[in-house]
């Protein structure tokens, strides 16, 4: 028996062992096992020194070139990665101010917390420069903001943003700027309205950003390349107004244009049974405005986390609509004038639901013209909030 026991344990060792390597390419860290880049060949990787740009730093293996991280820089008083050792050489003649209060979003609302920074409040004698480099740190204190109208008018064609930034209130009217890489640390925006020249804007893979405000993207007629990231959840209206990504409908899938994850805007001309494709996160505000008028029902996929106010405002013959359980934040009038609603089957409890809408009255989201049920695992609610349990 002791023997059986031993060659169990030998051959256990070996099928581990073997496997460790067969599955070992690309572990993303620093050291380990992994793949040459498709030789086929198994080594231990081995971290070169760091290479970096503006704004991101990186190390891959020295054995077969497999990127190990890559990440924003962390910055100290001195405007130096405390990782890298980039430095950043910041515009002079830039315009500061102290900031003691921050905005953040929560649950869809706007909170004020303290804070301790500075904000960027204008371009100052840097207006000729074709290039702008805002500093992490400003006489000791992190830049965490970009105000309102800092740059509006302005000329230059590239902007570096580093990653104490969590806030930027604008980039308006800045018609020689084409690209805009925005760092990971950045939680909301107001608007780049207006760019005229802008082509790109480009999300870190590990952003933060939460909400996105009125017309953000609006005004920009060459706009043609978004990432939205998956931490995005709330936004205004209008968000790609007459914006090449909107008006063009080769960026469109079946009647909905997607960016990532997001429902941005659809086709009024929908009509029947609408299916949201599996993986989106939220639905942007007024996505399905213009009105479609002839959509009969919406299944909505699980996962989903958002839906944003008025997202289907005046979609006049819906009667039924399906929503996950997974939904944390349901915007005022999302099913506004939605005159026809019989039906919400909802995938959580009633209790879930009445949390969902923050316990507001049920017409603050669903037009009181219509005489919904909504449908949950443990019974119904009706429009006056009265609840039957199965």
Known sequence: MKKGVSISAIAFAVLFFACGLSACGGNGGSSGNGGDGGSGEIHTHTAGD??????????????????????????????????????????????????????????????????????????GTAGEEAKIVIPAYHDGKPVIQIDDNAFIECNFTEVHIPSTVESILSFTMCNSLTELRIPDSVTWIWHFYGNAALKSVTFGKNSHLIYLGKATFGGCPELVSVNLPDSFRYSEDDLFEKSKILTDKSFWTDGILYIGNHVI??????????????????????????????????????????????????????????????????????????????????????????????????????????????????????????????
């Open 50 to 123: 760091y290479t970096w740009d503006e704004d991101l730093h990186r190390q891959t293996c020295t054995e077969c070139g497999e990127t190990l991280e890559e990440a924003d820089h962390v910055y100290d008083g001195s405007n130096t990665c405390t990782v890298c050792g980039y430095t950043i050489v910041p515009t002079e003649g830039l315009e500061y101010e102290q900031v003691d209060e921050k905005e953040v979003f929560a649950n869809g609302t706007v909170e004020y917390v303290p804070a301790d920074g500075y904000a960027v409040t204008g371009i």
């Open 265 to 390: 805007s659809a086709d009024p001309s929908l009509s029947g049974v609408l299916t949201i494709r599996a993986g989106t996160l939220s639905i942007i505000n007024s996505a399905f405005w213009p009105p479609c008028e002839n959509i009969t029902e919406v299944i909505l996929p699980e996962g989903l986390r958002s839906i944003n106010g008025y997202a289907f405002d005046t979609c006049s013959a819906l009667k039924r609509v399906v929503i996950p359980a997974s939904l944390e934040y349901l915007g005022y009038g999302a099913f506004e004038r939605c005159d026809s609603l019989e039906t919400i089957e909802y995938g959580g409890t009633t209790e879930q639901w009445k949390a969902l809408l923050s316990y507001e009255p049920m017409t603050r989201f669903i037009s009181d013209g219509c005489n919904c049920i909504v449908s949950c695992t443990d019974g119904t609610i009706d429009m006056e909030g009265n609840v039957t349990k199965k």
